[in-house]
């Protein structure tokens, strides 16, 4: 079993750069792949972007392509999120989890969630 932890979120104007962290512990963080999802009000759960194992293969979601960048640091057990250029539709509660089949995009791929950390994009 692995625990997740997402912190960094808040209220930002649009134009502005967040940066999330999800934070693990429990089992050897290096072996899971990982990803970003988020959930806005009376929407479906959608996928952000995902990360490999190694960090060395990254996947995006094309309403964030090119604003947002996945990362992760294996020494620290924590998985990044850098927002640029944020949206007011990029607002909702942005959630990371382990993935059972690397980059995909759909949630029942995803076992381990964290409690997610809130974004709010003002126009």
């Known amino acids: 079993q692995v625990q997740l932890v997402e912190s960094g979120g808040g209220l930002v104007q649009a134009g502005g750069s967040l940066r999330l962290s999800c934070a693990a512990s429990g089992r050897t963080f290096s072996n899971y792949a990982m990803g970003w999802f988020r959930q806005a009000p009376g929407k479906e759960r959608e996928f952000v972007a995902a990360i490999s194992m190694s960090g060395s293969t990254t996947y995006y979601a094309d309403s964030v392509k090119g604003r947002f960048t996945i990362s992760r640091d294996n020494a620290k057990n924590t998985m990044y999120l850098l927002m640029n250029s944020l949206k007011p539709e990029d607002t909702a509660v942005y959630y990371c989890?382990?993935?059972?089949?690397?980059?995909?995009?759909?949630?029942?791929?995803?076992?381990?969630w964290g409690q997610g950390t809130q974004v709010t994009v003002s126009s």
């Open positions: 989890a382990t993935a059972l089949r690397q980059g995909s995009s759909w949630p029942h791929d995803y076992n381990h």
